[in-house]
């Protein structure tokens, strides 16, 4: 029993760990970059994928709007955000940062940046507040 217990103790999960700022003010109707970071004791790999989402200030759920995964981008259709997100992060470098342009008032609340690094797995996503002030 005991040479069990030890034998469990040595399985090692790696898990991608992911850093954003806590939160962000940003001026109405400007860009804003939603800085995300990455660490994973894996290579980057093609299977790697990044996916954000927005709980908006107020609501019980959250809406999947981003996904990046072999090199592309994939921005939501219907969405708040529609038209107006661009990628600027480099895998490679560990970044998994988006741009999101003309940010306005209904865009207040917490964005959540969720980084997976097969085999590695995120314990816990970044999550950013961010609060759209007046000029």
């Not at 090692?12 to 939603?34: C, H, M, Q, R, Y």
């Amino acid at each position: 029993l005991l040479s069990s217990l030890y034998l469990s103790h040595t399985v090692k999960v790696s898990a991608v760990e992911v850093n954003t700022p806590e939160e962000i003010f940003v001026e109405n109707g400007t860009d804003a970059k939603l800085p995300c970071t990455f660490t994973s004791v894996e290579v980057i790999s093609s299977a790697a994928s990044v996916s954000w989402s927005f709980q908006p200030e107020g609501a019980a759920t959250r809406i999947s709007f981003f996904y990046y995964f072999n090199g592309k981008p994939y921005p939501g259709k219907d969405i708040p955000f529609k038209d107006r997100i661009t990628w600027a992060g480099d895998l490679n470098k560990k970044d998994a940062s988006i741009s999101i342009s003309n940010m306005q008032f209904r865009d207040n609340g917490t964005y959540i940046c969720d980084v997976k690094n097969p085999p590695d797995i995120v314990v816990k996503p970044g999550e950013i507040r961010v609060r759209v002030v007046e000029k």
